[in-house]
């Protein structure tokens, strides 16, 4: 398992915008979600595993390098006493990213969120010139 | 502190005698070792189980049950009522990696498993439903009507 340095999951439940404050109002559990993540020339791609999911709660944020996911389950009606889950995660990737290139999409309860790496963080060969 | 093994009943004829070192330190070590058990076999760590999270709620006429199973389908699932048991169990497709992707962190476990559960009452398997919606299972049991509570009319003699 390779090592957790560069997640940023706030653990004492911290956020930096009142949402998560509304969320304990409502008492939901605080779940950080399990990620895969892999990684090609281009970009990154990341699964989280944010079962029962709204699909307008899903809110994925890109700061620098960073990637915060929030995303919430929404309570169905006819089922008042039930405890609902909040996601929340917060990774640090390798190398800086272009935010404009992020697309994510809900399935099975999987998100998947592909984003290109910035045009100066990506591997550039430079030609050798002998004379 | 005490335990079964230096109490002494206050019917015996041993009651008040100063016990002497030898036994006074067995119940010690006995008491010590009961201490350590206890604590390590069943806190609360020890028994927690790995695997997806099942939520069981009694909402009075029905019992509501929630399980995440995130990535899995419907084919996947099966849900089975006998009497009084509920067995959830669930068979997920091993996910591939993706193509051109080299993996840097893999967190994620398919959520198989294999569960039953007992319920305080009889439920009406014919009336059971079950929906998936994102990979949470939100299944409502019925009471059976002969677990319903029924009020028996009390008449003058």
């Known amino acids: ?131 | 502190m005490l335990s079964r093994y230096n109490v002494i009943s206050p019917l015996s004829p041993l009651w008040g005698v100063p016990s002497n070192p030898l036994s006074a330190s067995m119940s010690r070590l006995f008491q010590d070792f009961e201490t350590a058990f206890a604590r390590s076999a069943f806190s609360p760590a020890a028994r927690r189980v790995a695997g997806p999270r099942v939520q069981l709620r009694d909402q009075g006429e029905s019992i509501a049950m929630l399980a995440d199973l995130p990535g899995l389908r419907l084919e996947d699932i099966e849900l089975t009522i006998e009497g009084e048991a509920v067995t959830l169990k669930t068979t997920p497709r091993p996910a591939p990696s993706p193509e051109g992707f080299t993996a840097l962190r893999r967190e994620r476990q398919p959520a198989a498993v294999d569960w039953t559960f007992a319920l305080p009452y009889p439920v009406d398997a014919a009336s059971a439903t079950a929906t998936l919606d994102q990979g949470r299972l939100s299944v409502t049991l019925p009471k059976a009507p002969e677990a319903k509570p029924r009020t028996i009319s009390v008449k003058a003699a």
């Open chain 1, 1 to 131: 398992m390779p090592s957790i340095q560069n997640d940023r999951t706030p653990s004492n439940g911290a956020a930096s915008d009142g949402a998560a404050l509304e969320r304990a109002k409502r008492a939901y559990w605080q779940v950080t979600p399990e990620l895969d993540l892999y990684e090609n020339e281009s970009g990154y791609l990341v699964q989280l595993n944010v079962p029962g999911a709204s699909a307008e709660s899903v809110d994925v944020q890109v700061v620098g390098a960073e990637l915060h996911v929030r995303a919430e389950q929404a309570p169905a009606e006819g089922r008042a006493d039930v405890a609902l889950s909040a996601f929340e995660r917060h990774l640090e990737l390798p190398s800086e990213l272009d935010a404009a290139s992020a697309t994510a999409q809900l399935r099975d309860g999987v998100l998947e969120i592909r984003i290109q790496k910035s045009a100066a963080a990506r591997r550039v060969r430079i030609p050798v010139n002998t004379n």
